[in-house]
C-alpha cells in the first residue's frame, strides 16, 4: 500500500502561485506514473497533470498547459505540481495518486492510490 500526502494548498489570491507537493513513505515514487487531479464542489475530478515513472515525460490538460508545471525530485521523493497564475476557477482540492501502469494518462481510473487532498482557494 502506497500511503501518499499533499502538501502546499492554501489560499490565494488570483494571478498567484502555488506549488503542491506528494510525497510517500517507504515506496519510490519514481517507480510509479504520478497525476495530479482535482475536484471542485459539485464537479466531477479532473485530470490535471501527469508524469511518465521511466523518462519522467509530462503531460497536462489542454486547458492548464502554460500555467502548471510537473517536476519530480527523486532525492527528495516528491513530485511538484507548480501552479502560476491562478484563477479563482481553479479552487478545487487536489490530490495526487500513484499507480503502476507504464504510461501516465489523466483518467483517475488508471491510478491505484490516492491521497487525502490539498485544498486549493483562489480568490481575491
Known amino acids: 500500500q502506497v500511503q501518499l500526502v499533499e502538501s502546499g494548498g492554501g489560499y490565494v489570491q488570483p494571478g498567484g502561485s502555488l506549488r503542491l507537493s506528494c510525497t510517500a513513505s517507504?515506496?519510490?515514487?519514481?517507480?510509479?506514473?504520478i497525476g495530479w487531479f482535482r475536484q471542485a464542489p459539485g464537479k466531477a475530478r479532473e485530470g490535471v497533470s501527469c508524469?511518465?515513472?521511466?523518462?519522467?515525460?509530462?503531460y497536462y490538460a489542454d486547458s492548464l498547459r502554460g500555467r502548471f508545471t510537473i517536476s519530480r525530485d527523486s532525492g527528495k521523493n516528491t513530485v511538484y505540481l507548480q501552479m502560476n497564475n491562478l484563477k479563482p476557477e481553479d479552487t478545487a482540492v487536489y490530490y495526487c495518486?500513484?499507480?503502476?501502469?507504464?504510461?501516465?494518462?489523466?483518467?483517475?481510473?488508471?491510478?491505484?492510490?490516492w491521497g487525502q487532498g490539498t485544498q486549493v482557494t483562489v480568490s481575491s
Open positions: 495518486a500513484a499507480g503502476i501502469d507504464r504510461i501516465c494518462s489523466l483518467t483517475w481510473g488508471t491510478y491505484d492510490y
Open positions: 517507504g515506496h519510490t515514487l519514481a517507480n510509479y506514473i
Open positions: 508524469i511518465n515513472k521511466r523518462n519522467g515525460d509530462p
